[in-house]
């Protein structure tokens, strides 16, 4: 299995970038976040990779985070997800935001990818909510053990919507002050002060 390369960028497009590994071309498939935190072309790159076998064809996908090929792996080992959603996924979610949606069974959030319909975000949730138990994953600010109840962090994503914030924009929000939110209301004055302090930072 090859799990990791280092190479130099010699091409990016939408969708994959070719490194050139001691003379040898690999196209590497990335969602567009991991592809346009990439340097330049002509630039020395590493990236921990996962080889998809089909009978078919061969697909290498690439990441730059251990934890976020070990994700992947979790998503594309669920029936009839595969790499293109998964990477789908991992595009619309940070890994915390993810598992903090899981942990929520926030099925919703992910109705908004693309091709996930409301009966596969269900199983989804339930799949993956086993499954990331299963794992030792570091998920940094998300501390589920010490979260208010489910239902303020919803709500007050709900509220900041309809606001006009993104869902991105308000999962992220919510999910660095949710230690300190007893309630919606309180969690959504605590958002919005995160939200105008970068938005000035910005």
């Known amino acids: 299995m090859l799990g990791y390369l280092r190479g130099v960028i010699r091409h990016k497009v939408s969708s994959y970038a070719l490194i050139d590994v001691g003379g040898a071309g690999f196209e590497v498939y990335m969602n567009p976040n991991t592809l346009s935190s990439l340097p330049e072309v002509g630039s020395t790159?590493?990236?921990?990779?996962?080889?998809h076998v089909r009978e078919d064809a061969y697909a290498?996908?690439?990441?730059?985070a251990l934890q976020e090929r070990d994700i992947f792996r979790v998503l594309i080992s669920i029936p009839k997800i595969g790499p293109k959603l998964a990477l789908a996924i991992l595009s619309e979610f940070g890994?915390?935001?993810?598992?903090?949606?899981?942990?929520?069974?926030?099925?919703?959030?992910l109705v908004r990818v693309s091709g996930i319909g409301i009966k596969t975000a269900n199983r989804l949730m339930m799949d993956l909510r086993e499954k990331f138990r299963r794992l030792d994953i570091d998920i940094g600010d998300v501390k589920t053990d010490t979260a208010p109840d489910g239902d303020i962090l919803r709500d007050a994503i709900d509220a900041l919507v309809v606001m006009g914030f993104s869902q991105k924009e308000s999962r992220r929000a919510v999910l660095a002050i949710q230690s300190q939110a007893d309630s919606a209301e309180t969690a959504v004055r605590l958002a919005l002060a995160s939200l105008s302090t970068f938005a000035i930072w910005k």
């Open 45 to 51: 790159v590493e990236l921990y990779t996962h080889l």
């Open 95 to 109: 890994i915390p935001e993810l598992v903090m949606c899981v942990e929520l069974g926030d099925s919703s959030a």
């Open 60 to 64: 290498l996908y690439g990441f730059n």
